[in-house]
């Protein structure tokens, strides 16, 4: 009999329903990476899964080597739930729109902490913001950044001195000019307001944009976003249906 292995730290991405009672699950595991795996009963609750399995929560599984198939899930124990606490639909898209990020981005058998901790954040600010808009932008450009795929914020591409003086972004493709090199389109405050955000999404909760900086900060994200995900995300439309446009 193969022996289970030990996942320590892993969130619950997706559960498709499988059979009767079943579900494969995604996990994204922070040493492991995605792993996809069969849950017999799955959707019922069971000892083994410390109840109910349920997206969004994060805990320590254990899964077993199948026969030329899936590997089976053997054990679930939640440490945290990471679902939206209140379960209203925009929220509750957003939280999914995160998921598929971090389904889409995590790859199997690759250690990936700092996308991880993106995801980990990214929810724990879904749960805890009332601006969902300024959320969602956050999301996007922090899981940029989380990737590799976000030109540097702080620092001007022309001249290499800060961005705090005021900047504008002519290109979503390339960095931010700071305002000693072009007339900025993003004030001083604008800048170190978005730099203070980005470093920890949680804190972020309550806080605002204004709506031109955020207007043009959703266009670079957009256009950004578009290069790097292999296909349109699902949950992406309906955030944006939820959300009257993000």
Same mark, same amino acid.
């Given at each position: ?7 320590? *730290? ?12 079943d579900l494969v699950v995604t996990l994204f595991d922070r040493e492991a990476g ?8 799955? $959707?019922?609750?069971?000892? $083994?899964?410390?109840?109910? !399995?349920?997206?969004?929560? +994060?805990?320590?599984? $254990? ?21 939206? +606490? /209140? ?29 991880? /901790?993106?995801?980990? *954040? #990214?929810?724990?600010? =879904? ?16 899981? !940029? ?10 620092? =001007?591409?022309? =001249? ?17 000019? =700071? ?14 307001? &978005? ?5 920890? !999404?949680?804190? #972020?909760?309550?806080?605002? &944009?204004? +709506? +031109? ?6 266009? $670079? ?21 939820? !959300?009257?446009?993000?």
């Amino acid at each position: 009999m193969s022996a289970d292995r030990a996942l320590s *730290d892993s969130l619950v991405l997706r559960l498709n329903p499988s059979r009767e009672a079943d579900l494969v699950v995604t996990l994204f595991d922070r040493e492991a990476g995605k792993i996809d795996a069969w849950a017999r009963s799955g $959707r019922k609750r069971s000892k $083994r899964f410390g109840g109910r !399995l349920e997206l969004f929560q +994060r805990g320590a599984a $254990r899964v077993r080597a199948g026969r030329g198939g899936l590997p089976s899930l053997t054990a679930f124990e939640r440490t945290e739930s990471l679902a939206p +606490r /209140d379960v209203d639909w925009p929220r509750l898209c957003l939280a999914s729109y995160i998921a598929e990020l971090a389904a889409v981005a995590a790859q199997p058998a690759q250690s990936d902490g700092a996308l991880f /901790d993106w995801a980990v *954040d #990214a929810l724990r600010l =879904c749960d805890r913001t009332r601006g969902l808009n300024l959320a969602a932008l956050l999301v996007d450009l922090s899981f !940029l950044r989380a990737i590799g795929g976000l030109p540097a914020l702080a620092t =001007c591409m022309t =001249c290499g001195g800060p961005t705090l003086r005021g900047a504008s972004w002519p290109d979503a493709t390339e960095g931010l000019v =700071c305002g000693d090199c072009a007339t900025p389109t993003l004030t001083d405050a604008h800048m170190e307001q &978005l730099l203070r955000l980005l470093r920890s !999404l949680p804190e #972020a909760a309550g806080q605002e &944009l204004p +709506r +031109r900086a955020g207007v043009q900060l959703r266009t $670079r994200a957009d256009r950004l976003l578009a290069d790097v995900l292999p296909r349109p995300l699902r949950t992406r439309a309906a955030l944006q249906e939820a !959300l009257g446009g993000v």
